[in-house]
Each structure stands twice: as structure tokens, then as C-alpha cells.
């Protein structure tokens, strides 16, 4: 399954965006997908999930800030960012995995990712 981040762009702190996940070989409504993301000179890192049974699971630096929606007729997953802080800047991916338990373990492909910036 290929999944394709974009939507990212420039943004002032406490602004907004909207990234979006399309998929190409699978419906995305049977699929777990991860966000994560790569901040320059840092790992990737997951910060967010979306589970084939639509449970999300968000971790501490963005709850209540990111929320995660599936769109089955549009064949895509949207990650709503919201309160931005110059922090989040970095490349976001979406990847589509499984979880083993409470694990999520990243599938192979991650695609180009998108850039966001957020600025002071």
C-alpha cells in the first residue's frame, strides 16, 4: 500500500493546516496508518495514529492539538492541525502499518512526506 502525504505549506504559530494521506493499491477504510515526523538533525518519529477500527491514538506533543478523520469516499486520510507552534515544524509522513498490541509497526513505503513550517 502507498500512501502520499501533502497539504503542507508555511504557517504562523497558532495557526492551522490540514494535511491529507491518499492511498493508491487499498481502500484506506481497512487500513492502520501512523503519522509521523522528521524534524531537521532528528529521528522520525510517530506522533499520531489511526487504527483500521478508527480508534486514534495521539501522543503527548500534539493531543489536543491534532486530530486524525478518515474519508472513505474520498479514499483519504486527514490529519487536522490545529495551535501550531514553531516545534512542529518538520517533514510529516502518514505510512500505513499494523499494530501488534499497542505497537504500530511502519510498513515499508513512506513516500516524500510534505514540509511544515511553522514560524514565530
Known amino acids: 500500500v502507498q500512501l502520499q502525504a501533502s497539504g503542507g505549506g508555511s504557517v504562523q504559530a497558532g495557526g492551522s493546516l490540514r494535511l491529507s494521506c491518499a492511498a493508491s493499491?487499498?481502500?484506506?477504510?481497512?487500513?492502520?496508518v501512523g503519522w509521523y515526523r522528521q524534524a531537521p538533525g532528528k529521528q522520525r518519529d510517530l506522533f499520531a495514529s489511526?487504527?483500521?477500527?478508527?480508534?486514534?491514538e495521539y501522543k503527548d506533543p500534539v493531543k489536543g492539538r491534532f486530530t486524525i478523520s478518515r474519508d472513505n469516499a474520498k479514499n483519504t486520510i486527514f490529519l487536522q492541525m490545529s495551535k501550531l507552534k514553531p516545534d512542529d515544524s518538520a517533514v510529516y509522513y502518514c505510512?500505513?502499518?499494523?499494530?501488534?498490541?499497542?505497537?504500530?509497526?511502519?510498513?515499508?513505503?513512506w513516500g516524500q512526506g510534505t514540509l511544515v513550517t511553522v514560524s514565530s
Open positions: 505510512n500505513s502499518g499494523e499494530f501488534r498490541g499497542s505497537y504500530f509497526y511502519p510498513g515499508r513505503y
Open positions: 489511526i487504527r483500521s477500527d478508527s480508534r486514534t
Open positions: 493499491g487499498s481502500t484506506v477504510s481497512t487500513l492502520s
